[in-house]
């Protein structure tokens, strides 16, 4: 089970973190990703990370804004989200799964078998 949280009203420019807190058992393997809907539009991929080490990867609209980050030993992964803008508005999601993924799938929604409620980010201009 996936629980987010974090989210709120902020400003352009201004940073937000996201947390997402897994429960019930962790693999060695444990992938999770971070998606977001905007209204009106399909949810997209965020960013990415393995418990079991190796580069995360991000989206190209949030790389080097947006920093993805994992806590293992409290089954905590976070989002920290930098120089925030209005385009960044929308319902983000934590998505995991316990087996291994390819870095070419990790972007992709199937490849996460759990899924936690969205949490809301909105980013005034």
């Known amino acids: 089970q996936l629980q987010a949280s974090g989210g709120g009203l902020v400003q352009a420019g201004d940073s937000l973190r996201l947390s997402c807190a897994a429960s019930?058992?962790?693999?060695?393997?444990?992938?999770m990703g971070w998606f977001r809907q905007a209204p009106g539009k399909e949810r997209e991929f965020v960013a990415a990370?393995?418990?079991?080490?190796?580069?995360?990867i991000y989206a190209d609209s949030v790389k080097g804004r947006f920093l993805v980050s994992g806590d293992n030993a409290k089954s905590m992964v976070y989002l920290q989200m930098n120089s925030l803008k209005p385009e960044d508005t929308a319902d983000y999601y934590c998505?995991?799964?316990?087996?291994?993924?390819?870095?070419?799938?990790?972007?992709?929604?199937?490849?996460?078998?759990?899924w936690g409620q969205g949490t809301l980010v909105t980013v005034s201009s």
């Open positions: 998505a995991a799964t316990n087996g291994h993924v390819i870095n070419t799938a990790l972007s992709s929604e199937r490849s996460y078998a759990y």
């Open positions: 990370i393995r418990w079991s080490g190796g580069t995360n």
């Open positions: 019930g058992r962790t693999s060695s393997r444990f992938t």
